[in-house]
């Protein structure tokens, strides 16, 4: 059976629009306490961008959040629900 997992998001550059997935968790919880963003792998290879503080749609957009399975670049699929649950990224190359 498999689990939600949590990977924390780096900044991968020095404008900090690449973000760039750690090894993932199953501690909500303990990601959320540490990171400002976070994925959160609720099926397999959808991921939902989570943020510690408030992200408008204009900002989150301007990210280039890569796979942590591959490392490419993901696509926005599904909108935000509010300024912290933000937009559902899925991977062209892992689908």
């Known amino acids: 059976m498999d ?10 550059d ?9 090894f993932a968790s199953p ?5 959320s306490a540490t990171s ?4 959160e792998e609720f099926v397999p290879h959808r991921y939902r961008l989570h943020a510690k503080r408030p992200t408008s749609m204009k900002e989150y ?3 280039r959040v890569h796979c ?3 490392g490419a670049g ?10 912290y649950t933000l937009a559902i990224y ?3 190359k892992c689908n």
């Open 61 to 63: 957009l301007g990210y």
């Open 3 to 12: 689990y939600i997992k949590y990977h924390p998001l780096l900044g991968g």
């Open 14 to 22: 020095t404008e900090d629009i690449d973000k760039v997935p750690m």
């Open 36 to 39: 400002t963003l976070y994925l």
């Open 74 to 83: 993901m696509d926005s699929i599904a909108p935000h629900v509010d300024q």
């Open 27 to 31: 501690q909500k919880d303990s990601v």
């Open 68 to 70: 942590p399975h591959c």
């Open 90 to 92: 899925a991977c062209k």
